[in-house]
Structure formats: C-alpha cells, structure tokens
C-alpha cells in the first residue's frame, strides 16, 4: 500500500498541444493539460456534465513520448502524483499550483478530435 500513497490516475482528453520544452541539460519537458468528464442527474433527472481541467508535466522519456504521439483531442489514460509549488508572478504576488507529474502515458485515441 506505500505506493499508493500519492498516486492519480485519469482518462480524459487533452486540451492543447502539449508544450515541450529542452533544458540545458538535453532532459526534455512537456506540459500539457487533460479535461476529465464526469456524468450525473441532479435531483430534477437532468443529466449533468461536469468537466475538471488538470495540469500535468512529464519529464525525460515520458515528455519525448507525448511530444511525438499528443495533441489537441487525444485521449489518453495516465497515471502520476501530485505536485504542489509555488513561485512569484512578475509582480512578486505568490502563486500556487497543483500539477500531476506524469510517470506512465498511454494513448487510447488513434486521431485526435478536433
């Protein structure tokens, strides 16, 4: 169970194309971001649509991986943890953020959905 300590998987959709960035080093880094839908009826029968955006970074071989295979409408099933930081905007204000670092990406759509 020590491995499940801080473990998210999710299915969704990507929103962009995801940005990929070569540090210094030659280690590559991607960012993107997922929508994830959740159905339900409220109390009227009606059903509701719920969509959560999610920030994710992927970092090495996993960033080479959706540079080459991601963009905009695929779907795809990940797995990582969470990531909370913070840094300071242009105008020193302190700014938080909550990203999945992924580990593991599988594509399930063969084209993306424009």
Do not use: C
């Not at 499940?4 to 210094?24: A, D, H, R, Y």
């Not at 929508?35 to 409220?42: C, F």
Request: hydrophobic share 35%.
């Amino acid at each position: 169970m020590y491995a499940l300590k801080n473990k998210v998987q999710l299915i969704g959709n990507l929103g962009n194309n995801p940005e990929v960035k070569t540090l210094e080093s030659g280690k590559k880094m991607a960012k993107f971001s997922v929508a994830t839908n959740e159905t339900y009826r409220n109390a009227k029968g009606e059903k509701v649509v719920e969509t959560q955006w999610h920030n994710l970074i992927a970092w090495g071989k996993v960033a080479e991986i959706a540079e080459k295979f991601l963009q905009k409408g695929s779907e795809v099933a990940l797995e990582g943890k969470l990531i909370n930081r913070s840094y300071n905007d242009k105008e020193g204000n302190k700014k938080y953020i909550t990203e999945v670092q992924v580990n593991e990406l599988l594509l399930l759509s063969k084209e993306a959905k424009a």
